[in-house]
T-cell receptor
Framework: DGGITQSPKYLFRKEGQNVTLSCEQNLNHDAMYWYRQDPGQGLRLIYYSQIVNDFQKGDIAEGYSVSREKKESFPLTVTSAQKNPTAFYLC??????????????????FGAGTRLSVL | QQPVQSPQAVILREGEDAVINCSSSKALYSVHWYRQKHGEAPVFLMILLKGGEQKGHDKISASFNEKKQQSSLYLTASQLSYSGTYFCGTDSFHNAGGTSYGKLTFGQGTILTVHP
């Protein structure tokens, strides 16, 4: 089955520790995204990547880092610089958002999420 | 800037209708609608593109007013399964050439509860 896999489902971080959230997709999508969701809030974009070896900061990139070495993988590292990391993290992927073909345009498919808490 | 959704919450009985609105301060390339059930991933419902094209599920309809930079999602004859939080996501114009950023900015969400 094609889809997006996030792991782990639950993650606990100690103070001063870096943790990495995994996101893998087998949909052959070019673009991948990381969002943060706080209780009762919408989704806020952390980083996104439209092609391998390239990525851009979203609205709340401070304290986070990413890499895009392979098309199917887009891991997110929550660094010790992120002082309030407790949130639900969602990874998504889409066909690269260009052109006007609505059948493929930037429809984002989400993983099941990782819930990160601070110990 | 984040699009603004209204209302913040809606409570319905099965079979009733609802409208959820999404308003942006930017010229929009497209509007996307997603539904998220508690603790789960958002699921795609509808995309509306500038110029009038749209694609989505059969039982859900939406409109996109490009001039007003607004979109509305219409839920008719609601079912219990419609309960959840609805998000609009907007993609705005990147440059004068008319291309988009290729990323979405999401509203704060509208909580829809359907009772029997």
């Amino acid at each position: 089955d094609g889809g997006i896999t996030q792991s782990p489902k639950y993650l606990f971080r100690k103070e001063g520790q870096n943790v990495t959230l995994s996101c893998e997709q087998n949909l052959n999508h070019d673009a991948m995204y990381w969002y943060r969701q706080d209780p009762g809030q919408g989704l806020r974009l952390i980083y996104y990547s439209q092609i391998v070896n390239d990525f851009q900061k979203g609205d709340i990139a401070e304290g986070y880092s990413v890499s895009r070495e392979k098309k199917e993988s887009f891991p997110l590292t929550v660094t010790s610089a992120q002082k309030n990391p407790t949130a639900f993290y969602l990874c998504a992927s889409s066909v690269k958002g260009e052109g006007s073909r609505i059948s493929s345009y930037n429809i984002q498919y989400f993983g099941a999420g990782t819930r990160l808490s601070v110990l | 800037q984040q699009p603004v959704q209204s209302p913040q919450a809606v409570i319905l009985r099965e079979g009733e209708d609802a409208v959820i609105n999404c308003s942006s301060s930017k010229a929009l390339y497209s509007v996307h609608w997603y539904r998220q059930k508690h603790g789960e991933a958002p699921v795609f419902l509808m995309i509306l593109l500038k110029g009038g094209e749209q694609k989505g599920h059969d039982k859900i309809s939406a409109s996109f007013n490009e001039k007003k930079q607004q979109s509305s999602l219409y839920l008719t004859a609601s079912q219990l399964s419609y309960s959840g939080t609805y998000f609009c996501g907007t993609d705005s114009f990147h440059n004068a050439g008319g291309t988009s950023y290729g990323k979405l900015t999401f509203g704060q969400g509208t909580i829809l509860t359907v009772h029997p």
